[in-house]
C-alpha cells in the first residue's frame, strides 16, 4: 500500500506541464486562455493541430482557438461535475478532452495530427488533461478576480454614495452657495443613481414656477426614457419634483431599485430641510431688521415727546410717557409760544407700535406747523383733523386735549378732540370735567366744527391730563384700575405741593394696582399747578 | 453650466491630453474610452484627462476611466486627472481611482509629473 503511493507520486510529478501558469494568469478572457492553451500544447507536441472549443448553455460548440470545428460525437459525455475527461481514437492519434467549466460551459481541446511513430501515450493523455484543468483554473481565477474587483466597485460606490449624502445635505444647507439647493441636489441625484437625465419641477396652484434640467439637454420630463423615478414634497404652498430617468449601465438602461429611490428621497427631503432653514433664517433676519426700525422708530419718537418740560413761573408741571412697547401711541408736551402762552396737549392714537408712532409723528409735524400760524386753538383743530385723515387709514385716528395756557392770567382755552375728560381740581376741592370740543382727530371729515370751552387758574388750581392707559391699567384678573380706584377721586384727594410727587405717586399706585400683570397700553399724564 | 458632453484631445509631447465637458457618463465615458483607445493603439501611453468642465461623473463613466488606468498600467503608462471639481476628487479619491493614476492642479503641472517620471 504504501509502495503504490509512492509510486502514483512519482508517476504524477513525472508528468510535464506543458501550460505556463503565469501566463494563463494573466489572460484577458476565456478566448485569451484558449489561445494561451492551444499555444502551448501545439509547442509542446510539435503539432498545429489543435483547437480549442467551448459550448455553451444552448448547446452550441464555438471555436476559441485554431480552425477546425468540432465534431460532436467524437466528444466524450461529460456531466457537470466532470473534472476532466480524455478520449482518443484513430488508433491513438487524435485526442478529445473535455472540461467542464467553474461556469457550467464545456471546454474541449481537440489535438490531431499525431504521426505514425508518434501515437498518443498515457503521459500525453495527462498532459492535455492538465492543460484543460489549467485552463479551467485559469478561468476560474480570472472570473474570481472579476467578480472582486466588481464587489469592490459596488462597494466604494455604496460608500461615495453615502459620503455624497452626508456632503450633499451640508452644501445644500449652505447659504452662500453660487448653485441652487435644487440643482445641486439634483446633480447629485443624477450621479448618485446613474440616471441618464433628471429634471426638477416647481409648481404652485398646478402652474409652473420653475423647471432646472440636468445635463441641460436632458429634461426628464420629456418624451423618450423607460425607467422612471420620483420624488416630491410641498413647502410653502409650492410643489418640488425630482424625477430621474433611466439607470445606465454599459450595455444599456434598466429599472431603478431600491437603494435609488431612497437615494432620491433622502435628497429630496435635504432640500426640503435646506428650503425650511431658509425661510426661518430669513424671517428671523426680518424680525431682527423690524425689530432695529422699531429700535429707531423709539429713537425718533423720544425725540418728539419732551426730554424736559419748560418752567412756568408760578405752575409747577410734570409729565410722563411709559410705552407699552418699544414705540408707543401716546403723545404729550408743553408747547411755548412765541406770545407768550404755552399750549399744553396729550393724545392717544388707535392702535399700537409703528402705525401708531407714524401718526404720532404726524400730529406732532401738523400741529408744530400750525402753532407758527395765527390760528384759533379751535381752526388747528378742526385743520388737525382733516390732516391725520388724509395722513391715516380708516381705523386710525387720534383723541387729544389741547389747553391753551395764558400763564399771566391762568386763563386756559381748553379743546377735546374725543379724548377722556380732562379734569380740573379747583383749589377748594371741587373737580371740574372739560370735555367740550369735538370728534377725534382723524375720524372723519366732514366738516364737523370743534369748540372750546375756558377756565381760569387760580393759585392752587390743578389740571391732569392722561391718556386712558391709566384708567384702564388691568390687574392679573383683568380688572380695572379706574374701578376700583376712580382717577379722579385719586386727583382731588391727592394734592401735593408740586406736580412732580404727583405724577411719581399716580404711576406708583397704578403700579401696585397692576402687580406683575403686563402693561397692556401707553400710560401718558400731564399735570400743572398754579402755585401762585 | 455644465453643457451636453463633448471632448477635445491634443497630444502634446506624446501626451494625450483630453479635454472633456459634460456629465461623464455612459456616453460620456464611452466618448473618453474611444479617444483614449485610438491614441493608445499608435503608441501613447501617458494621458491628462482635464475634468474641469465635468462637475458630475457616474459610476458608469467611472468604469470606462478604471478601464483606461487598466491598459495603461499594464502597457507602463499612467493616467493623471487635472482640475478636479471637489467633490469629484472626493468621488474619484473614494472609488480607489488615485491607488493607480494621479491627480494634478492643472494640465501643465500634469506635464511636468509625468515628464519626471518617464
Known sequence: MQDSVIVHHVTFTGIEDPVDLRALGQATGLADIAIRVRTALAQHFRITAVDVHVRGADGAWELLAGSAPVDPASVPPVGPDSSGTVRFWAEGMQAIAVQCLHDGRILAIRVDGQSESRRFDAQDLLTVRMALMSADAAWAALQHRRHEKELVFELNRRLLQLNSLIDTGIEVATLDQAVSPCHLALERAVALTNASRGTVIVRRDGGEISRDAFPPDGDATSAGGTYRLHSEFVFQGETYTFEIVDKETRTGVQAFDGTDRLLLDALSRQVEASLENRFLLKQSLEKQRMEQDIAVAASIQQRILPSTLPEIAGYSLAGINIPSKSVGGDYYDCIPLRDGRYLLVIADVSGKGIPAALLVSSLHAYLSAYLESAFSLVDIAVRLNTAIHRASTDDKFITAFFGLLDPASGSVECVNAGHNTIYCRRADGEVVDLCKGGIPLGMLDLGLPYESEQITLVPGDRLLLYTDGIPEAQNGVQELYDTHHPLRDYFASHIPATAGPFIDALMEHVRSFVGDAPQADDITALYLMRRA | ?118
Open chain 2, 1 to 118: 453650466m455644465e453643457q451636453p458632453f463633448s471632448l477635445t484631445s491634443e497630444v502634446r509631447e506624446n501626451r494625450l491630453i483630453i479635454t472633456t465637458n459634460g456629465y461623464v457618463n455612459n456616453v460620456g465615458g464611452a466618448a473618453i474610452a474611444e479617444e483614449f483607445q485610438r491614441h493608445f493603439t499608435e503608441g501613447v501611453r501617458h494621458v491628462i484627462i482635464d475634468l474641469a468642465l465635468s462637475r458630475v461623473v457616474n459610476s458608469v463613466g467611472m468604469s470606462f476611466l478604471i478601464e483606461i488606468i487598466e491598459k495603461l498600467t499594464d502597457a507602463g503608462g499612467r493616467l493623471v486627472f487635472t482640475n478636479l471639481d471637489p467633490s469629484v476628487d472626493k468621488m474619484l479619491g473614494i472609488m480607489g481611482l488615485y491607488d493607480f493614476a494621479g491627480r494634478e492642479a492643472t494640465t501643465e503641472d500634469a506635464l511636468r509629473a509625468l515628464a519626471i517620471r518617464s
